[in-house]
């Protein structure tokens, strides 16, 4: 499966920008989808995820800021980040996983199934004055 990542950029602190994931196939209830940054240097680091059902997950870092969701065909992945700060810098990515592998808490943040996921190709977003 291809995922095509959109919508990074430069925006000022306190501003917003949504991302969006389009996928080449829809994703059925059997996976997960989410997002993840990385700062280089750094670790790749769980941001939020999502079930079909929409039920999410998000890091503490970005709760009540960042919205995940998904489109009704379940082919595009989206996250709404608002009120940007400049430790939100960093190349995001978007990522879909088998269920089956691992829960949405264990991939984002206990690096349990990462084997089994499939990666988009990284859109930086900068948060700077």
């Known amino acids: 499966v291809r995922l095509v990542i959109s919508g990074g950029g430069k925006v000022q602190p306190g501003g917003s920008l949504t991302l969006s994931c389009a996928a080449s196939k829809y994703f059925h209830s059997a996976y997960y989808r989410g997002w993840f940054r990385q700062v280089p240097g750094l670790e790749r680091e769980g941001v939020a995820a999502?079930?079909?059902?929409?039920?999410?997950t998000y890091a503490d870092s970005v709760k009540g800021r960042f919205t995940i969701s998904q489109d009704n065909a379940k082919t595009t992945l989206y996250l709404q980040m608002n009120n940007l700060k400049p430790e939100d810098t960093a190349m995001y990515y978007c990522?879909?996983?088998?269920?089956?592998?691992?829960?949405?808490?264990?991939?984002?943040?206990?690096?349990?199934?990462?084997?089994?996921?499939?990666w988009g190709q990284g859109t930086q977003v900068t948060v700077s004055s």
């Open positions: 990522v879909a996983w088998p269920r089956d592998m691992a829960s949405m808490s264990g991939f984002l943040f206990r690096n349990e199934g990462r084997l089994w996921g499939s």
């Open positions: 999502i079930g079909s059902d929409g039920d999410a």
